[in-house]
């Protein structure tokens, strides 16, 4: 399924005070002072699923962690930490590399951590869980229960929680989550982190016919024509990519990047938003214009497996993204594969966002004017292997 957003609108000074370059820089300064911090690689393909090349960034390294989750959890627990003071436990829900993050995060500056998890998440999060400090709980049959356990326990107990996801009256800790996960996205702006994309002659910053290719489409899909307005860089701006593709569970990284990649690049990068088939529901939340729980299905795209939207993604992605489309098991599994055969090793979780690029429909290709000078972004999220 595809949706070329008709709610595209450009980035705004209150999306800049949300998330943005500088929020990015300060999360940087933070973790620079951290002994396991490195930018992690930028892994090139050439010519994947028909374009000039993909730029793969690599996030199974983390600061051991195996996840760009390591970027969040911890960056808000420490800021947290920082803010109060020591002392009152932390918890958190998790279906998997949040819990890790937060308990390491707790771990360093010394505090307890107490981690929910449904009984669908692999036994070996929780083992590696425990050996962070971590007390890891069971609760429920999906996320959102272990995520209600959670909040239940935080009211009953005082304990400060650490959610990924935001929702009335929460949006504090996951806006600090969703800004430590900018630094994976500012890496990618350091000098020679990205190829310049070669700039083309003799032509325009688009393909011709591509806007009009993105209205027909957006027509055949939705109803009504996409709102691309604001300034563009042109085509092959250097070091910016020509579309950036992010998966998505609750939206909290799709939302962080697709608002630092509008600060950093402006308006020309064409953003894509992957979710599973069994989960869409940013998807569905854009389609209704608000935030909506979807009923969802099996998928074994466990860490992706959400069914409401964090709100703060929701408000950044409904304005921000190009298209929405989902992908199924198979198409992540394959996607995969693929990576690992040109040395770039994902989960199917990980390979996600590249799963999406390569089962974009000719419509959808031609709408993001999608060929083969393009050089697509997409983050590998985390490892091939649940954590030992």
């Known amino acids: 399924m595809e949706y070329l957003n008709p709610a595209r609108a450009p980035y705004t000074a209150h999306d800049r005070a949300l998330i943005g370059t500088e929020h990015a820089r300060q999360a940087r300064a933070h973790f620079a002072r951290h002994p396991s911090y490195r930018p992690t690689p930028v892994r090139t393909v050439p010519g994947l699923a028909g374009t000039e090349a993909v730029h793969v960034k690599d996030e199974s390294g983390r600061m051991g962690l195996g996840s760009f989750k390591a970027l969040g959890g911890a960056y808000a627990v420490h800021l947290l930490a920082e803010h109060e003071g020591g002392g009152t436990p932390f918890v958190c829900a998790s279906a998997g590399n949040h819990g890790v993050s937060v308990a390491s995060g707790a771990a360093e500056v010394g505090v307890d951590c107490v981690v929910y998890l449904s009984e669908g998440v692999p036994e070996a999060f929780a083992q590696r869980l425990r050996g962070l400090g971590a007390e890891v709980r069971r609760s429920g049959e999906d996320y959102e229960a272990s995520m209600a356990a959670a909040i239940e326990a935080a009211e009953l107990n005082g304990w400060r929680l650490v959610a990924d996801s935001s929702w009335s009256g929460y ?34 910053a688009a393909p011709p016919g591509a806007r009009a290719g993105l209205e027909a489409y957006s027509g055949s899909l939705n109803g009504s024509s996409a709102a691309t307005g604001g300034h563009s860089a042109p085509h092959g701006a250097a070091g910016a990519p020509t579309h950036v593709f992010l998966q998505a569970g609750v939206g909290g990284l799709a939302a962080a990047g697709a608002a ?7 308006e020309q990068p064409k953003i894509v938003v992957v979710e599973p088939e069994g989960a869409p529901c940013l998807l569905e939340s854009a389609r209704a214009g608000e935030p909506v729980r979807v009923q969802g299905g099996r998928t074994t795209l466990g860490r992706l497996d959400c069914l409401e939207p964090s709100i703060i993604a929701h408000h950044l992605l409904h304005h921000l993204a190009d298209l929405y489309m989902t992908i199924t098991d198979d198409q992540a599994a394959d996607a995969a594969r693929l990576l690992a055969g040109h040395g770039v090793h994902l989960s199917e979780c990980g390979a ?30 985390e490892g091939p292997l649940e954590p030992k």
């Open 352 to 381: 996600a966002g590249a799963a999406g690029l390569l089962a974009l429909t000719p419509a959808a290709r031609d709408a993001l004017a999608l060929d083969d000078a393009s050089r697509p972004l997409v983050v590998g999220t």
């Open 171 to 204: 949006t504090g800790v996951p806006l600090d989550v969703m800004r430590g996960y900018t630094v994976l996205f500012d890496e990618l702006a350091d000098p020679g982190a990205l190829p310049a994309v070669p700039a083309r002659t003799g032509g325009p």
């Open 260 to 266: 630092y990649v509008r600060d950093r690049w402006g």
